[in-house]
């Protein structure tokens, strides 16, 4: 593809765009690490980085879009599938995570599952 040269608000606003779509997955990257156990772990990484995700994104668009003279849109398919597939992996993990505290309950002999969940 032969190099254009981009207006300085299209570089400005892509890098902008770019920096605050990294700083978004970072933070919320940092969320698994920060909090205390899987239940408060999920959301983080799951909105923060859908929202990163859909900065780089917008940024991807603009500079194809300046680059090519028309409207390009096909990152939006990516961002479709990353905002349907996040929260159902999101409830799986969920799941999952209810059902290994539920199975760990039983195995000490808990009355109610809710009791090996350390809060």
């Known amino acids: 593809m032969i190099p254009v040269d981009l ?4 570089d400005v606003l892509a890098s902008l765009l770019l920096v605050s779509g ?9 969320g698994l690490f920060r909090l205390p ?11 923060g980085n859908t929202l ?7 940024a991807s668009i603009l500079i194809a879009s300046m680059q090519a003279h028309r409207l390009v849109f096909q990152e939006l ?9 996040s929260p ?8 999952a995570g209810i059902y290994r505290d ?6 000490k002999g ?7 969940v350390d809060h």
């Open 7 to 10: 207006p300085l608000w299209a």
């Open 22 to 30: 990294g700083l978004l997955t970072l933070i919320g990257s940092l």
């Open 37 to 47: 156990d899987l239940f408060a772990r999920i959301h983080a990484p799951t909105l």
């Open 52 to 58: 990163g995700l859909a900065c780089v994104l917008l």
């Open 77 to 85: 398919l990516i961002w479709l599938l990353v905002v349907v597939t």
């Open 88 to 95: 159902l992996t999101a409830m799986l993990i969920i799941r």
């Open 102 to 107: 539920r199975k760990s309950a039983r195995r």
């Open 110 to 116: 808990m009355d109610r599952p809710d009791e090996a």
